[in-house]
């Protein structure tokens, strides 16, 4: 009764891997000390981060529709949509 068991579950196996879909798993490293970095919050507009934090190191974009522009400061870099901050990371 083992063998058998043990002969279908091996003939299902290749059975259910030879058509079907793989996918793989991407694991990402999380960056816990980025959170005490001061950074801009989701949703203010450029003109806020300009007064809140100055001058960027760096402006890039805009690119795509809707246009991703994003500036390089020392400590973070800051994503915007159109004008509206979407997100503020903090690079390894």
């Not at 989701?42 to 500036?71: A, C, F, N, T």
């Not at 400061?73 to 997100?87: A, L, N, R, S």
Request: aromatic share 8%.
């Amino acid at each position: 009764m083992r063998r058998l068991s043990f002969f279908l579950l091996l003939s299902l196996g290749l059975v259910c891997s030879g058509g079907g879909a793989i996918a793989d798993t991407l694991l990402v490293e999380s960056v816990q000390s980025g959170s005490t970095v001061a950074r801009p919050a989701h949703g203010i507009v450029m003109e806020q981060v300009l007064q809140q934090y100055g001058e960027p190191q760096q402006r890039l974009g805009p690119v795509g529709e809707p246009p991703i522009s994003h500036w390089v400061y020392g400590d973070f870099i800051v994503y915007f949509e159109h004008q509206h901050v979407i997100h503020a990371v903090v690079p390894r």
